[in-house]
């Protein structure tokens, strides 16, 4: 791992849309910093995702100054949408659990909708650091996340996903690869480490911050997601199917928990630590 470095970073402002490649992030302890602060909800107050609506991988957010973000899809004009005032909270769902923020204006649940074709409303998670704690067979006492699937930071590795599209390649759906990282939707990507090797890691440092590794992340749906063009086929999930079976999850990637703050940039070292 001497050689381990950061290979690239990710935020994604709006949970299941496109996002952007930063040189450099700050990591607070709920997520980097504007990383999932906002999401679409049904009529019936449940997230909405990619999982439900793929043709979210079309759309894009970029982050704004003060928390904003400025969206674009195809087939509508650019939006800029602000932070809301915070004018009180609604209840929404986050795969069964209740999560209060605040509603976006108006005009984004309408930008929304009529690019989805349903109903959805834009909201924003206002207060981190209270509303969302993270799940208790993992975390330590007032840990929080933001609207990310389950914890702060996904990191994968570059060697990981050669390996993953040399078994692609051999398997039953070779057309299909090779798959590129986008379609995991990580935080962060590591370069310089064997395959899989992050299967063992425990605790990591990258740049000035540590973390400790939660869990293996579980994938879905999502990853047979083509990103660029919102079409789905059985890759990778068939691949892991067979051959990264953890329990009952199909697994890429680590979630880490970050043990202190600090800014993550293009190029830091990664130090494994325990």
């Keep these: 791992m001497s050689n381990s470095s950061l290979q690239s970073l990710h935020v994604h402002p709006v949970k299941s849309v496109a996002g952007c490649a930063p040189g450099e992030v700050v990591m607070e ?38 928390g904003g973000v400025r969206l674009t899809a195809p087939g509508l004009e650019p939006l800029t949408v602000d932070v809301p005032e915070p004018s009180g909270t609604s209840v929404m769902e986050i795969f069964g659990r209740k999560v209060e923020a605040v509603p976006a204006h108006e005009v984004a649940h309408a930008w929304f909708s009529e690019y989805l074709a349903a109903p959805v409303r834009l909201m924003h998670l206002d207060d981190p650091a209270h509303r969302r704690p993270l799940d208790p067979d993992f975390a330590l006492p007032g840990e929080t996340v933001s609207l990310a699937d389950g914890f702060p930071l996904l990191v994968t590795t570059a060697a990981s996903l050669d390996a993953l599209n040399s078994l692609i390649a051999q398997g039953d759906h070779p057309d299909e690869g090779p798959l590129p990282m986008s379609r995991f939707r990580p935080n962060a990507v590591v370069d310089g480490t064997a395959p899989w090797t992050e299967d063992d890691w425990r605790r990591i440092a990258i740049g000035e911050v540590s973390f400790r590794v939660a869990k293996p992340c579980g994938r879905c749906v999502i990853t047979t997601t083509d990103q660029l063009t919102g079409e789905r086929g059985k890759e990778p999930l068939r691949t892991l199917a067979r051959h990264r079976r953890f329990g009952d999850q199909l697994v890429f990637g680590q979630n880490l928990v970050p043990e202190t703050t600090g800014t993550l940039r293009v190029g830091d070292p990664v130090r494994v630590l325990a």
């Design 29 to 66: 302890p709920w997520g980097p910093a504007g990383d999932r602060r906002w999401t679409l909800i049904d009529s019936d107050s449940k997230v909405v995702t990619q999982r439900q609506q793929p043709r979210l991988a079309l759309a894009s957010a970029e982050p704004l100054p003060g």
